[in-house]
């Protein structure tokens, strides 16, 4: 009797092992799966806000560029980025214009939105206006670039199309909400923009006034 309930209990373990693994293996999100949840919770974000830190690194020079700040974006078509280190700088689209402030060089910069918002990768994976399953290929990360990933997915974008700024992207998501918390941009020179976010709230009133920016008496403006 010993030996044949040992011999059951074997049998149970090992059935059960296997359904666990089957359960668990069925229940893992696929790169695209992932892909998919991100954007669809983009496509219901109306507006988001956070704080950002920000790294920018060549392969160049062995400096690094540190910023940080917060940012907010609001549908359709209005960001704003105010830098508080390490000088005041404040980035600011109502939609149809882009300013640039630069608090050092006492300068403003405009230029039309239109083509840096279908540009810039940033602005189109936070509102969703961009398809990332259309638009790259999407796959995990490679094994040497694999960060904890206990509370977060993560992934590499490629795009599909040569892009002519970006070779291609890391993302992080959390795991829970699908909502970025890290992107990590690779252009064709090397050069890496790393921006970590937190404190990100969702579909808070943003009022139109915040997307408008009046730079200080004696700033240059220069209009492109």
Known sequence: MTTTRQF????????LQSFLFQS??????????????????YAATKTLRADFTQTTSSRMSNRERLGAGTMVLA???????DYSAPNQQVFVC?????????????QMMVTPAKDYLESDVTYSFFTGTGDIERDFIVTGPEEEDIIDTKAAYQLKLTP?????????????????????????????FGTVTDLAFSKVITNQEAPAALFLFTPPNGTEIIDK
């Open 8 to 15: 059951t209990l074997l049998i149970l373990g090992i059935l």
């Open 24 to 41: 668990a293996h069925a229940a893992a999100l696929t790169p695209q799966d992932i892909a998919q949840k991100i954007q669809k919770t």
């Open 75 to 81: 549908k359709p078509g209005l960001m704003r980025w």
């Open 94 to 106: 109502d939609g149809k214009k882009i300013s640039m402030y630069f608090s050092k060089e006492k």
């Open 160 to 188: 599909k199309k040569n892009h002519p700024q970006i070779d291609f992207i890391d993302l992080w998501v959390d795991r829970k909400t699908f909502l970025m918390n890290r992107l990590k941009v690779t252009d064709k």
